[in-house]
């Protein structure tokens, strides 16, 4: 007899059980055998091995079939179960193959162009990734993306998500409300993502119980970030001294993206941006790999694309 725990992260327990249990009925059915139990978040069983095994990948199958569609009937659960085994395991590999994250309302987060792509080929195998280019080639997301896999696949403990708070200087004592709230509107754009990404509840949670933390590149200092995938966004807009001392931040256990865009450097002209610096120096250091993105990267609205190449013509 062995026994099966599974976690519910990327569906709400309501989605996969159904309005009075009616779809965990047609899942207890279908494994007359195992003895499941489930309460809130978490399923239970006990069994034989071959049945557990089962159980787990109709779990997956049902959770990436509502991430994929919006929505999971009855009718589907019951088609799910009704499938061969064979069929089964073709549609789970269909459902995640290549898939990043399994967002919120049924968004699929994937690397969408082959510079992203590079960026996940590439922190798989680096602990250091630089990913530069233009405005719009998915940067930020993706890199986000990366660290809520991690974070939900147990490979660090916590997300630290940091950039630049330029724009405030001297400024920042006349915005209102306190420390928090005047920062916030420079880390709206980390925030976006996460709440593509993450069940809004879930969010709450990991951001009250600090799993994911998000500051101002100043709020680093002294600190060693370490079972952590840490996100510096922006950063063309730290100095050289600035990024000198996010970089020696890394702890043993660490993953870093640093995200920036050369072309658009919001420093007073007196300061030299730190991020040409640091790819310079860096680019032949084993372990550390850099990443330029390009024009047709560019995700976004297609006048983006032709706004990037009309700049970088001028």
Known sequence: ??????????????????????????????????????RGETIKASGEEEDLSQLQM????????????????????????????ASR?????????????????????????????????????????????????????TAVALAVRALKNKEVKKIILTRPAVEAGENLGFLPGDLKEKLDPYLQPLYDALYDMIAPEKLVYYLENRVIQIAPLAFMRGRTLDNAFVILDE??????????????????????IITGDITQVDLPKHQPSGLPQAMKL?????????????????IRHKLVKKIVELYDKH
Request: charged residues 25%; without cysteine; proline residues 2%.
């Open 1 to 38: 007899m062995s026994e099966l725990k599974i976690i519910l992260e990327d569906i709400a327990p309501i989605d996969l059980y159904g309005v009075n249990d009616s779809k965990l009925e047609l899942i207890k059915k279908r494994f007359p055998k195992l003895k499941i139990v489930a």
């Open 235 to 256: 950063a063309q807009n730290a100095t050289e001294g600035q990024l000198k001392m996010f970089l020696t931040r890394m702890g043993s256990s660490a993953k870093f």
């Open 282 to 298: 860096l680019n032949n250091v084993e372990g550390i790999d850099i990443i330029q993105l390009d024009g047709t990267d560019v």
């Open 58 to 85: 109709i779990v997956n199958i049902l959770v990436a079939y509502r991430n994929r569609y919006g929505n999971l009937t009855d009718n589907a659960v019951e088609q799910i179960l009704g499938g061969s085994r």
């Open 89 to 141: 395991t073709n549609d789970e590999e269909n459902l995640g193959d290549d898939v990043l994250v399994f967002g919120n309302a049924g968004l699929i987060v994937k690397a969408r162009t082959g510079n992203q792509r590079k960026i996940v080929s590439s922190i798989d195998k680096h602990d250091m990734v630089f990913a530069v280019g233009p405005a719009g080639t998915g940067k930020t997301y």
